[in-house]
């Protein structure tokens, strides 16, 4: 069983800082490409930024220069640095992830989400 644990959300002022976090845990051989999403209420579901197993980063053009997407492969953990915050960005976070559980069987999983508020 593949589980993905997204933590790190909170409150924050405009301008402030957070960085959230996602662990695999689980039965895994390797991890392909890993995202993160979010959803504001009301409002459909934003890829926010994509980083690749060789390390390759793409982005919103919402979050380009404030938001960082990292990876730790020794411990099947995905972060994104979030910087210079905005009102906008407060949303539900969820991280998902491309996961071989053996070489030959490759399968796609969510996470339940962390929730950012940006607020003052």
């Known amino acids: 069983q593949v589980r993905l644990v997204e933590s790190g959300g909170g409150l924050v002022q405009p301008g402030g800082s957070l960085r959230l976090s996602c662990a695999a845990s689980g039965r895994i051989f390797s991890i392909n490409d890993m995202r993160w999403y979010r959803q504001a209420p009301g409002k459909q579901r934003e890829l926010v930024a994509t980083?690749?197993?060789?390390?390759?980063?793409n982005y919103a053009d919402s979050v380009k220069g404030r938001f960082t997407i990292s990876r730790d492969n020794a411990k099947n953990t995905v972060y994104l640095q979030m910087n210079s915050l905005k009102p906008e960005d407060t949303a539900a976070y969820y991280c998902?992830?491309?996961?071989?559980?053996?070489?030959?069987?490759?399968?796609?999983?969510w996470g339940k989400g962390t929730l950012v508020t940006v607020s003052s």
């Open positions: 980083i690749t197993n060789g390390g390759t980063t």
């Open positions: 998902d992830a491309d996961i071989l559980r053996t070489p030959y069987s490759r399968m796609h999983y």
